[in-house]
C-alpha cells in the first residue's frame, strides 16, 4: 500500500533539536542544519505557508517541535515542504509498536493508521477498534492503543 502522510504531525514534535534554524537570510528564508547528517540546507517557507507560519504560538507551546511545524485547522503541517531535507522527505512513520503478551513483536501501525501485522488475531482486533472507535473522535489514538491494551496486547 502507497504511503501517504496524513500530515498529524506526531513524527515532527521532538525534531526541534534536529532541524535547527542557524540564522535568518529573508522574511520567509532560513539558513538550517540538519544535525542527525550534519548538513546545512537552506528553507523558504512555502507560498501557501505563509500566514500561518507567521503564528509563533506554536513553537512557544512546544518547544520541542520543529521550528516550521505549524497548526492549520485539525492539521500539523510543515511549512517548508518543498525544501524540507531528505530524511523528512522519505520518512515513514510507525505511530504505534504492538507487541503479544509475552513481549514479542506482532505489528506496527503507521500515521496513516494502517496496521501492519502477520497476526490474524490482532488484525480481527484493529478491525474491531476501527469500527468501534472512530477517527471523528479527538482522542481516538489514545483509545485505541487502550483498546489493544485490553485485549492483552502491549502498545508502545
Ligand atoms: S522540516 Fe518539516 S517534515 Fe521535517 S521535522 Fe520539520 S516540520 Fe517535520
Ligand atoms: S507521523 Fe506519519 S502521518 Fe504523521 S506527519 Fe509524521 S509521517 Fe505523516
Avoid at 505511530?95 to 490474524?120: A, Q
Amino acid at each position: 500500500m502507497t504511503f501517504t502522510c496524513r500530515q498529524c504531525g506526531t513524527c515532527c514534535m521532538y525534531l526541534g533539536d534536529y532541524i535547527v534554524i542557524d540564522h535568518q537570510i529573508g522574511p520567509f528564508e532560513f539558513a538550517c542544519e540538519s544535525v542527525s547528517t550534519g548538513t546545512g540546507f537552506v528553507a523558504r517557507i512555502d507560498d501557501d505557508k505563509r500566514e500561518i507560519f507567521r503564528d509563533h504560538t506554536f513553537p512557544e507551546k512546544y518547544p520541542h517541535a520543529c521550528r516550521f511545524l505549524r497548526p492549520d485547522g485539525s492539521l500539523l503541517r510543515c511549512t517548508i515542504h518543498r525544501d524540507s531535507p531528505a530524511q523528512c522527505k522519505f520518512y515513514r512513520c510507525v505511530i504505534m509498536r504492538v507487541s503479544d503478551p509475552g513481549g514479542n513483536p506482532v505489528g506496527t501501525v503507521t500515521g496513516t493508521l494502517n496496521l501492519h501485522s502477520e497476526d490474524p488475531r490482532l488484525r480481527a482486533v484493529w478491525e474491531a477498534a476501527e469500527k468501534t472507535i472512530p477517527e471523528s473522535l479527538s482522542d481516538f489514538e489514545e483509545r485505541r492503543k487502550q483498546y489493544l491494551t485490553g485485549q492483552g496486547y502491549q502498545v508502545t
